[in-house]
């Protein structure tokens, strides 16, 4: 079920950047991030937000190059992925997960990188 808006992917060259948006709503959310699928693989979290100490945490793959935002109002989550590999290569998706304990998840998008 979709209950969060993305929107950013596509194709890029290695070394080029994206920028991932995910269009959340006014619910007030304990932990928010994005995770990642790629082709025989299984999904896997890339960074995460959480309420508790405002922490930003990130994947070891990607730590230095990815970076996770949010918005004031907080109804928006970005993830600027800069310095883009060959195994950045899947289908991302947005996760919310509320203060009740009500997980969100996106559609997913497709980033694909190129040489």
């Known amino acids: 079920q979709v209950q969060l808006l993305e929107s950013g992917g596509g194709l890029v060259q290695t070394g080029g950047s994206l920028r991932l948006s995910c269009a959340g709503s006014?619910?007030?959310?304990?932990?928010s991030g994005w995770y990642r699928q790629a082709p025989g693989k299984q999904r896997e979290l890339v960074a995460v937000?959480?309420?508790?100490?405002?922490?930003?945490n990130y994947a070891d793959s990607v730590k230095g190059r990815f970076t996770l935002s949010r918005d004031a109002a907080k109804i928006t989550v970005l993830l600027q992925m800069n310095s883009l590999k060959l195994e950045d290569t899947a289908v991302y998706y947005c996760?919310?997960?509320?203060?009740?304990?009500?997980?969100?998840w996106g559609q997913g998008t497709q980033v694909t990188v190129s040489s």
């Open positions: 996760y919310a997960r509320s203060l009740i304990g009500i997980d969100y």
């Open positions: 006014r619910v007030i959310f304990n932990t």
């Open positions: 937000w959480t309420r508790s100490g405002n922490t930003i």
